[in-house]
Nanobody
Framework: VQLQASGGGLVQAGDSLRLSCVYS????????LAWFRQAPGKERDLVSR????????AYADSVKGRFTISRDNAKNTVYLQMNSLKPEDTAVYYC??????????????????WGQGTLVTVSS
């Protein structure tokens, strides 16, 4: 499996970005997907996750109401729409995937496939 993330960049506080992650190598519809982020000097934490059929969304408290995760099974792509960005959203964002079931979706060890990361920088 390969994951190719894109869409990061430098924006100002209040702006929006949409991250994309293209999945290849195994059946996309069998994969549970997530976005994590890692700020300098911090742990890699869950931002959001989505289940196999596009349901079972979950978000970190810090992004609820501002970020939206979605998946397009026809395009083998997962998205993260980020609105009202804040400087504290600055981080490298990683998409992640697993074919396993009954995982702890908040635990990065549950995901065995990772994208290369895309940098989001939000200036104040």
């Amino acid at each position: 499996v390969q994951l190719q993330a894109s869409g990061g960049g430098l924006v100002q506080a209040g702006d929006s970005l949409r991250l994309s992650c293209v999945y290849s190598g195994r059946t996309f519809s069998n994969a549970a997907l997530a976005w994590f982020r890692q700020a300098p000097g911090k742990e890699r934490d869950l931002v959001s996750r989505v289940g196999r059929r596009g349901a079972s969304e979950a978000y970190a408290d810090s992004v609820k109401g501002r970020f939206t995760i979605s998946r397009d099974n026809a395009k083998n792509t997962v998205y993260l729409q980020m609105n009202s960005l804040k400087p504290e959203d600055t981080a490298v964002y990683y998409c992640a995937a697993t074919q396993e079931y009954y995982i702890d979706y908040r635990d990065r060890a549950s995901y065995n496939y990772w994208g290369q990361g895309t940098l989001v920088t939000v200036s104040s």
